[in-house]
C-alpha cells in the first residue's frame, strides 16, 4: 500500500530520446510534486501541482513538461533529453501546499 | 542564491552520542521548517517540523531547536544508533510557496 509510488524505478536511456515517468498517490492528497535530486544530493523543486492545475514551475527548460491526468497522478515528459538530465527525481504530494509533503522513492533516470 | 544554508555536510557520530545538524536561512518569510530524512534508494521521509510560533519540539530521540532572531534552527538526535545513518536534509517554506531545502548532511552513527 505505497503512498507514492513511481514508475520506472530506473530508467536508462540515450541523448536526445523522449522519455516518461508516472507518479501515482493514494493518499487523497491534493497537491503534488516533482522535484530533482542531482549528483549531489541537492533537491530542487520543478513543478507543484493542486487540484491539477500548475501552480508553480519553477526555472525548467521547456523540455520537461508535467501532466496531470487527475488528483492522484502527476507525469513527467521529458523531450530530447541531455546528459545533464541525468539525476534522480522525486514525486511527492501533500493535502494543501502548506502541509507535509510525501516523497515517492525516486526514478533514476541515467543518459547516456 | 542559497536560501538555506545546512553544516555540517557529513558528520560522523559514536553510538549513543548526540548529533547536531545546523540551518540558517535568510527569507524572515519563512514559517514552516521541516527536516527530511533520506535512506539510499529512498525518497526524503519527514522526520519533525516545526513553526516559529515555538522555540523546540520534541519527537522520541529527535529535537529541533529554533531561534527565530538568529534565523537558524538545528536538529538533535539524541542517542544515535547505527540505523540512523543516513542523510538528513532541512528544508523551509513560506506560505503557500515551495520548500527549499538544505545541501544535507550524511550522517555516520559508528556502531
Known amino acids: 500500500d505505497t503512498a507514492v509510488s513511481q514508475t520506472p524505478k530506473y530508467l536508462v536511456t540515450q541523448m536526445g530520446n523522449d522519455k516518461s515517468i508516472k507518479c501515482e498517490q493514494n493518499?487523497?492528497?491534493?497537491?503534488m510534486y516533482w522535484y530533482k535530486q542531482d549528483s549531489k544530493k541537492f533537491l530542487k523543486i520543478m513543478f507543484s501541482?493542486?487540484?491539477?492545475?500548475?501552480?508553480i514551475n519553477e526555472t525548467v527548460p521547456n523540455r520537461f513538461s508535467p501532466k496531470s491526468p487527475d488528483k492522484a497522478h502527476l507525469n513527467l515528459h521529458i523531450n530530447s533529453l541531455e546528459l545533464g538530465d541525468s539525476a534522480v527525481y522525486f514525486c511527492?504530494?501533500?493535502?494543501?501546499?502548506?502541509?507535509?509533503?510525501?516523497f515517492g522513492d525516486g526514478t533514476r533516470l541515467s543518459i547516456l | 542564491q542559497q536560501q538555506v544554508k545546512q553544516s555540517p555536510q557529513s558528520l560522523i557520530v559514536q553510538k549513543g552520542g548526540i548529533s547536531i545538524i545546523n540551518c540558517a536561512y535568510e527569507n524572515t518569510a519563512f514559517d514552516y521548517f521541516p527536516w527530511y530524512q533520506q535512506f539510499p534508494g529512498k525518497g526524503p521521509a519527514l522526520l519533525i517540523a516545526i513553526r516559529p510560533d515555538v522555540s523546540e519540539k520534541k519527537e522520541g530521540r529527535f529535537t529541533i531547536s529554533f531561534n527565530k532572531s538568529a534565523k537558524q534552527f538545528s536538529l538533535h538526535i539524541m542517542d544515535s544508533q547505527p540505523g540512523d545513518s543516513a542523510t538528513y536534509f532541512c528544508?523551509?517554506?513560506?506560505?503557500?510557496?515551495?520548500?527549499?531545502f538544505g545541501k544535507g548532511t550524511m550522517l555516520l552513527v559508528s556502531p
Open positions: 493518499l487523497g492528497h491534493d497537491t
Open positions: 528544508a523551509a517554506m513560506a506560505g503557500y510557496s515551495t520548500l527549499t
Open positions: 501541482y493542486n487540484n491539477k492545475e500548475l501552480i
Open positions: 511527492a504530494s501533500s493535502q494543501m501546499p502548506d502541509q507535509p509533503q510525501h
